[in-house]
């Protein structure tokens, strides 16, 4: 890395990259530059790791296993074992929850990246011209910048929100003590996984979300077995249930107004209402940088309005807007290296996006819904196959839920979802079938081993050739070889 003098005195870093950020998408885009030989400066001005490891999937994961290891002692008893109502100990939780936040943290760590050779930066970074960007005291003029500042909670203007404690998931797993009722505002996936979770947990919670259903990106087919497993697991479901104020109860908590006048009075508030883009602070206007309310503007290229700078991950808006998950940053992160690094053409929306919700069951989806499907394809197959119908399911009892899959009527995969167990770890044949392009009868075509889960796939793709059966040349064909001897 080439290191010259600033006419103030301090030292200008000149290196291949300077990546903003350290949560997922600005880690990878190290990593992997550092393992080429790229000279790369890290800036974070918060915790390594970001949200993911901090504050998002990493501890909302740990907590829903600790709450389906309660589910699992109270259902022991179909399985013959002694079982009872489990005693939840929620100090012994939060320490579940931060010990699996440590063990992971070193390998996000401010040592490891600097033992990996590059410079890493504790503070905030701003830009203050097109090609500079000065952190603490230090002065960065990178061949290329690559700004993964993530995003953060936002907060609707629900009146009198601001006159109660609430929590968002930057807060709710520091809770070391069992709430006595829980409301979540929110019913997409943080609030339909936490709702739940500290419903297994022994907790009274509500779920309220305005719209007319849970989960409204999904195929509200799917969606529906979730909402029903949260209802029979005893989350108060409350959809199309608009808010008019939130106020302070007299005997401590809260009391949230509907517009029906009706008030649910609560102990803890949970607001799960989506995210937006991390963009103040950064200086964008002295760069050149375009932002709006979807983030910094990039093209399909990851390319913002300074060609020397990248946004990639939750940040990301304008045509690299997506959804923003986790491994969606660290896709951005691959394509980011082709371009910055090896001058590459890359382009975003190619490879299929899944998506999982990790409640019990989970739901994982890619590709279309089935409604999209019409509008854009108007033909269409729709294959099904119930997890009732599989035996390890059955061995296990987790017979809830199904594969529903979208294909042409020529067998080309357009989407796929998936309720039931293990949903998450079972949709990735249908994305490598996708992004290669296979048709469904490929995958009816695999040897699966019995039993396991995965014959949910073969069900489902077996059921697109069963017309096949039914072709009078093929009863003609089997007919006349019968006739053969």
């Given amino acids: 890395m080439v290191k010259l003098a600033d006419p103030k005195g301090g030292r200008v870093l000149q290196p291949d990259l ?61 399985f013959g074992i002694g079982a009872g109502e489990p005693i939840v100990d929620f100090a012994k939780v939060h320490a579940h929850v931060k010990g699996t936040i440590g063990a992971i943290a070193p390998m996000d760590s401010t040592e490891r990246y600097r033992a990996m050779g590059m410079s890493v930066i504790e503070g905030q970074a701003r830009f203050t011209d ?54 979540v505002i929110g019913g997409g996936a943080v609030g339909v996984e936490i709702a739940q979770a500290y419903r297994l947990l022994g907790v009274q919670v509500t779920l309220l979300e305005a719209g007319e259903r849970l989960l409204a990106q999904e195929d509200p ?6 909402d029903q497993a949260l209802r029979f697991d005893g989350v108060a479901v409350r959809t199309g249930a608009s808010i008019d104020r939130i106020e302070p109860a007299k005997a401590g908590g809260f009391g949230v107004v509907l517009n029906s006048s009706e008030t649910i009075e609560g102990s803890h508030l949970l607001v799960a209402t989506g995210r937006k883009p991390v963009v103040d602070g950064l200086g964008l206007e002295a760069a ?9 503007l990039a093209d399909n290229g990851l390319r913002t309005s300074n060609r020397r700078v990248y946004a990639i991950g939750d940040c990301a808006g304008g045509a690299a807007a997506g959804a923003r998950f ?67 399911a059955r061995m296990e009892r ?24 293990h949903a998450g770890e079972l949709i990735m044949p249908w994305v490598l079938a996708m992004s290669r392009g296979l048709k469904v009868s490929h995958l009816a075509g695999l040897i699966y081993p019995y039993p396991t889960y995965s014959e949910v796939t073969k069900g489902a793709a077996v059921e697109f050739l069963k017309p096949s059966a039914q072709n009078p040349w093929v009863r003609r064909l089997v007919s006349l070889v019968r006739r053969l001897g």
Avoid at 221 to 226: I, L, N, S, T
């Fill in 18 to 78: 300077c990546v903003i950020g350290a949560g997922s998408a600005g880690l990878s885009v190290a990593s992997i530059a550092a393992s080429l030989g790229a000279s790369v400066v890290l800036i974070e001005k918060n915790r390594m790791g970001g949200d993911c490891l901090n504050v998002g999937c990493v501890p909302s994961k740990a907590l829903i296993a600790a709450s389906l290891h309660a589910r699992s002692m109270r259902e022991a008893g179909s």
């Fill in 130 to 183: 097109g090609h500079t960007v000065v952190a603490e005291d230090q002065v960065i003029r990178a061949r290329r910048f690559v700004i993964a500042t993530g995003s953060r909670p936002a907060i609707p203007p629900i009146p009198g929100l601001e006159q109660v404690p609430y929590l968002t998931n930057e807060t709710i797993f520091d809770l070391t003590e069992k709430p006595a009722h829980l409301v």
């Fill in 221 to 226: 087919e799917m969606a529906h077995v979730v």
């Fill in 288 to 296: 050149g940088i375009a932002a709006d309310a979807s983030g910094i």
């Fill in 326 to 392: 986790t491994h969606v940053a660290n896709h951005h992160a691959g394509l980011v290296i082709r371009s910055a690094l090896f001058r590459l053409p890359v382009r975003v929306g190619r490879a299929p996006i899944p998506r999982v919700t990790y409640t019990a069951p989970e739901l994982a989806s890619v590709g279309l819904t089935e409604a999209r499907a019409r509008e854009e394809h108007g033909a269409i197959r729709i294959l099904r196959w119930a997890f009732a119908d599989n035996d390890r």
């Fill in 398 to 421: 987790q017979a809830e839920g199904h594969v529903k899959a979208v294909v042409t009527p020529r067998g080309r995969i357009l989407g796929c979802s998936i309720v039931g167990a």
